[in-house]
């Protein structure tokens, strides 16, 4: 399986700069990437180690997946895709992680920071190991920015970090891996790296956006051999149906290097 060139499908696709990460899984095969390590926002992509999080506070005990919440007024910003979550409305944590990784509903992202605590969600996944990741802030789906006064800075969730999550996620080193993946596995978003796959492909994954950056992750399975993959796109392009389809053209480039060769038949000759 020959190595791709990810700066060169990058810059063909207008991804520029991008940073991105792929290997495969079961500890079978390769692993690829191109990042130059520089910060980038990850804007909605950290609402994957916020689930785990949650994930991680279910096994523990201090919570469970039914445990009810009421949507604080104070939580409320706008979301791209229809949503329950207003004020007063009387939900579950296992709601609030569903719509968090399947609509990227803000509202029950800023809900479950409430719920969790961002400093024993921060301490959670350090002891999972990652202590590159940090809640800091709430989101905001748009201006004005939500009051936050517990506000510490930016969330910080690196492609490095995104890639090494989902490697997590897809081999059950995580609480409730198995949930998780059944909830990335129904994202609304399929507008990225999705539309560069081919029918029968299946793509656990989240996307991110800001009027910045642009991103999209997640564990992918093959039609054709069932190979499994993480993929890891960070982009600091700003959120557009443009660059969207920038996101598939990648895709499709990259896509036939995923697929291993054929055996060849034996020649009698």
């Known amino acids: 399986m020959n190595q791709p060139d990810l700066a060169s499908f990058a810059d063909q696709t207008g991804l520029g700069a991008a940073q991105i990460h792929v290997r495969r899984l079961a500890g079978v095969g390769p692993a690829w990437s191109r990042d130059d390590g520089r910060t980038v926002y990850p804007a909605s992509m950290i609402k994957v180690p916020l689930a785990v999080a949650a994930a991680a506070a279910v096994a523990a005990g201090r919570l469970r997946w039914d445990t009810p919440a009421v949507v604080d007024a104070r939580n409320a910003t706008f979301n791209d895709a229809p949503s329950p979550m207003i004020p007063g409305y ?80 897809a081999e059950d080193r995580v609480p409730e891996a198995h949930a998780l993946r059944r909830m990335l596995s129904t994202s609304w978003w399929d507008v990225k790296l999705s539309r560069g796959l081919e029918p029968g492909d299946r793509f656990a994954h989240k996307t991110g956006d800001t009027d910045e950056v642009s991103h999209d992750g997640g564990i992918l399975t093959l039609a054709e051999d069932s190979s499994r993959w993480v993929l890891v796109v960070y982009t600091e392009l700003p959120s557009s149906e443009e660059n969207d389809l920038r996101f598939g053209a990648f895709m499709r480039a990259l896509r036939p290097r995923l697929i291993a060769p054929s055996p060849q038949p034996w020649s009698t000759g």
Do not use: C, W
């Not at 579950?92 to 992680?97: H, K, M, P, Q, R």
């Not at 969600?121 to 936050?148: C, Q, W, Y």
């Open 90 to 169: 009387a939900t579950t944590v296992e709601e609030l992680v569903t719509y968090m990784l399947q609509r990227s509903d803000n509202v029950a992202t800023n809900q479950l920071y409430d719920v969790l605590g961002r400093e024993r969600a921060t301490a959670d996944m350090h002891a999972l190991g990652f202590p590159n990741v940090f809640f800091r802030r709430k989101l905001s789906g748009g201006l004005p920015l939500i009051e936050d006064p517990e506000a510490t800075g930016r969330n910080a969730f690196s492609a490095g970090d995104a890639a090494e999550l989902f490697t997590a996620i």
